[in-house]
Every structure is written in structure tokens, then in C-alpha cells.
């Protein structure tokens, strides 16, 4: 597995880089925001990054927007820094992280965090264009979604938001890794855009209990899909 960190203290990264590659783990330290940034624009494979938040030149919540506007849901992120408020554990996790460690930590907790993500990632990957939530069953290749076996259409933005949505059971999606995830842009809070396409895709997809699920909208968080039991299964 090979795993970067970005980490602009190099006493700290080097702890970080030898915890892991004692237990098997190839990790690449990065000590600046762009220098991570151009190797995923190069197309270089992780399988998991850590950020630190303050880094000199951009900071780790900027590089979470750049990786999650662009390269999806796919690698997993951990935010480890020394911030201790709930306002930015909140952020971070509205960005889209999958995990917060803070500073100072010890290594069997950050072993145990990082095996975590790394197996729910690869869980995740297996049978990646084909995957089910409950009774939908998704086709990526094919750009379908069928409900019960009963395919449902979808305009093509539709059908992006969706997938992230039922790839992703549980997980908070704020409005903005929502229209950068699926759009590829902000969507100001003025349009209806985003509104109208969360409207359509809980109307068409009959995202309700019944199926065993809930489009959950906090405004002041963002969206989540929760899992719930079917009142077929109670």
C-alpha cells in the first residue's frame, strides 16, 4: 500500500513515514501542499493521504477540496493536526474527510486508523462499475440504477449525484464537495440547481423508508443517505 503524507515538519513525518513502513506500509512524505498536489495531477496512485491542516504554501483543507473536486471519493483522506475545535473537525469532515487524527498521537492509534480506512477502501473497490445499496443496483459502466429490478432514468447529472449518494451509505456530503464532486464547480447558494437535482433523485429513486432508506438534509451540515430498515424486514 502506498500511502502520502503530507507533513511540513520533517522530525514529525519521518515518525509517521517509519510507524508505517514498519507495518508494511510504503509512505511517501510530502512537505508542501503543491509538491502533493502536482504528483495526483501526474497520475500517481495512493492508496490513502494524511494531511496535515497548516502547511507553508496551501493548506491541507485546500488540498481535500482539489482531491475531492477532482479525483472523487475514491482514495481515502485523514486530516492529523494539532486543531482541537469542534467547528474545525466539522469542516473538515463537511470537505470531505474520512477521518481526524490530533496531534500528538500515538502509533498504535494511528496504525489502527489507517488500516480502518485502508480496508473499507478496498472493500469499496471490489466489483467497482457494479455495486448494490439495499434494492438498487447500480451499473456504472452502463450508467444505470434500476430499483427492484425496475430501471429508473435519470438525466445524466442526476445519475452522478445518486452514485456518490449510494456508493457512500452514512457518509455527509456538504454542499460544496456536492457541486464540485458532481458539477466540478461551486453552486452558489442562490441557485436551485443542486436543490432541484437532490429533489429529483429522491422523487425518482422513491428514496424513502419503504426502501430501506432516507435522504437525510441538515442545511446548516449537508446531506447524507441513511440506511434504514425496510418495513418489509420489520
Not at 502506498?2 to 509512505?27: F, M, N, R, T
Not at 497520475?43 to 494524511?50: E, P, T, V, Y
Not at 492529523?80 to 496531534?103: F, P
Not at 456530503?173 to 429533489?199: C, E, G, K, M, Q
Amino acid at each position: 500500500m502506498l500511502i502520502a503524507s503530507l507533513e511540513d515538519d520533517p522530525a514529525q513525518g519521518a515518525l509517521i513515514q517509519k510507524a508505517l513502513a514498519d507495518h508494511g506500509h510504503d509512505c511517501q512524505l510530502f512537505l508542501a501542499g503543491n509538491e502533493l498536489l502536482a504528483a495526483l495531477t501526474a497520475g500517481q496512485h495512493l492508496d490513502l493521504i494524511l494531511l496535515d491542516w497548516e502547511v507553508p504554501d496551501i493548506s491541507g483543507l485546500d488540498v481535500l477540496h482539489w482531491i475531492r473536486g477532482n479525483l472523487g471519493f475514491t482514495t481515502p483522506v485523514m486530516f492529523i493536526t494539532n486543531r482541537t475545535r469542534e467547528e474545525d473537525l466539522v469542516v473538515g469532515l463537511q470537505a470531505g474527510a474520512d477521518d481526524y487524527l490530533i496531534k500528538p498521537f500515538g502509533t498504535a492509534e494511528l496504525l489502527a486508523r489507517t488500516n480502518a480506512l485502508l480496508r473499507r477502501s478496498n472493500a469499496s473497490g471490489i466489483a467497482e462499475s457494479i455495486f448494490e445499496c439495499g434494492p438498487y443496483r447500480v451499473d456504472q459502466s452502463r450508467q444505470t440504477i434500476t430499483l427492484h429490478d425496475e430501471p429508473v432514468t435519470l438525466a445524466p447529472k442526476e445519475f452522478d449525484l445518486a452514485v456518490l449518494f449510494l456508493r457512500n451509505p452514512g457518509r455527509l456530503f456538504s454542499r460544496d464537495v456536492l457541486s464540485h464532486s458532481v458539477w466540478n464547480r461551486d453552486i452558489p447558494a442562490t441557485s436551485r440547481t443542486l436543490d432541484t437535482h437532490l429533489s429529483n433523485i429522491r422523487r425518482k429513486l422513491h428514496l424513502h423508508p419503504d426502501n430501506g432508506v432516507r435522504l437525510h438534509a441538515s442545511y446548516a451540515l449537508g446531506y447524507r443517505l441513511e440506511r434504514l430498515p425496510s418495513l418489509d424486514a420489520s
